[in-house]
């Protein structure tokens, strides 16, 4: 007799379906990994579209500031987000004044259990209703890195993808979000809503 593999165990290999990662705290959708909870230790065991568990865990290393719930509404994209996916971000002020009593630099967090031998893609939405600057960078680091960065504050939902990227020696990679160079907001606001994760298999 043999017991099945808990979420844990599952054993590392290329994801047959994306995996989809909504920020927020509304009523989670189907087909997607809710992190509720955007202080330091949060952590997370994801399951692939298919609502399969693929062995891979985020956990937030650097908080966010807070939710925010001004994000688009009625989207219509390849990520095929509900609006309580599009509308709800966890954001970060780069820099002074103080918002909560706090600056949060970036918020960070790291993707474990990828399998070593693999490359994967990460596209990232980030939306807040704005009519000025807020743009925020995506970066994304394993043995090697890429960023890529959008306006949260665009009228058409934009995204920004990273692209082939190898695991650490332990299977991980480290996702930073912040404030980009274009960023005009005194805050320097910084937004995420939505991520997909592919691999090439």
Known sequence: ETTPMSDSQVEAGPLSAPVLVDFGNATPSPSWNQISSYTVGTKANLKDSTNAFVGISLTITERFNN????????????LNMPDNVSARNFYGNARGPLFNGIVTPRGVFEIAGLAKDLTYNFCFFGSRAASDNRETMYSVTGTNAGSASLNPGSIAPVFAGVSNIKPDANGKVTVTVTAGPNNLTSNGWFYINAAKITSNN
């Open 67 to 78: 939710i925010n719930t001004n994000g688009a509404t009625g989207t219509n994209t390849a």
